[in-house]
């Protein structure tokens, strides 16, 4: 593990503590996270993420409400595939969680399905992985209080989960990666130069992989990086429009579309979950892929 997020951070009775995985497993995993919440109710939003395997070490079940109107509730032990737009969480507190993030490659390597087919999708993910292994993770995890202890034994599994890598995809997955990181707006043109491959084959291999097509994951990471500036005071409304966005009206509709908030409530009401995760992640700027702290 090379650093966690700055230290744990809190608004109010929610906490959450990034770190950042082994070198090995940085292709594959973007963060792990120490999520907790002392509090009856917990309801909130998570903006469009990379998929999640995540352990709920609480009592309580949680229940997700997907963009495409779904209410899905989850195991204890589950994975949530690649989102289009904003999720609604709503669980029963005191709440903890230990999750952390997949790569494209992660899901490849761990899951290998369509990554599409399981957009805004709840998996249960003991019969992907193994009910006893999992369980025995979940004890490991309620009693190792910590990022660090817990971290280990996340990496452990991951480590013994990485059965299918497919190295076919891996400079598929770097040449994606870093057309979305290179600009706020990415050329199609740009990335079928840089692959060789036909817009076909490029739109295929990324619903596979990530869920969506290039385009839909350029506007994706174009609505979250602005998001992020304007949370952060880097950019104003204005400013924000010249990361790609037509006009004002444009860069609004977009940045709700994938973060469920207008930029005026970013600025001004972002909620605790957006607050803390803004927060953590660009404080790990230069240590992980922008794509990761900048989003």
């Not at 002392?38 to 990379?50: F, K, N, T």
Request: aromatic share 6%.
């Amino acid at each position: 593990m090379l650093a966690t997020g700055q230290g744990r951070r809190s608004v109010g009775s929610i906490e959450l503590d990034y770190a950042v995985p082994s070198a090995d497993l940085a292709e594959y995993i973007t963060l792990f996270y120490d999520f907790s919440a002392d509090v009856p109710m917990l309801e909130d939003v998570e903006r469009a993420d990379y998929a999640q395997l995540r352990f709920h070490l609480s009592p309580g079940q949680a229940v997700y409400a997907f963009p495409d109107g779904s209410a899905q509730e989850a195991p204890d032990a589950h994975v949530l595939g690649p989102t289009s737009g904003p999720r609604s969480v709503r669980v029963a507190g005191p709440v903890a969680v230990f999750g952390m993030g997949l790569t494209a490659a992660g899901w490849s390597a761990m899951i290998g399905a369509d990554a599409s087919t399981m957009l805004n999708r709840v998996i249960d993910a003991a019969p992907l992985f193994g009910a006893a292994r999992l369980q025995g993770v979940a004890d490991a995890l309620r009693e190792s209080p910590g990022v660090g202890p817990r971290v280990g034994i996340c990496e452990a599994l991951v480590r013994g989960l990485l059965h299918n890598v497919d190295p076919r995809y891996a400079n598929f997955i770097r040449h994606v990666d870093a057309w979305l990181a290179g600009s706020s707006s990415p050329e199609m043109e740009c990335l079928i130069a840089a692959t060789g491959l036909s817009r076909r084959q490029i739109e295929r291999k990324c619903n596979i992989l990530y869920g969506a097509p290039p385009k839909v994951l350029a506007r994706k990471y174009r609505a979250l990086r602005a998001a992020v500036a304007m949370r952060g005071g880097e950019e104003g409304v204005a400013d924000a429009i010249d990361r790609g966005f037509y006009d004002q009206s444009h860069m609004i509709r977009e940045v709700k579309h994938f973060t469920g908030l207008t930029p005026r409530q970013i600025r001004a009401d972002p909620g605790l979950l957006s607050q803390l995760t803004i927060l953590h992640r660009s404080a790990l700027g230069g240590v992980v892929s922008p794509l990761i702290s900048e989003t």
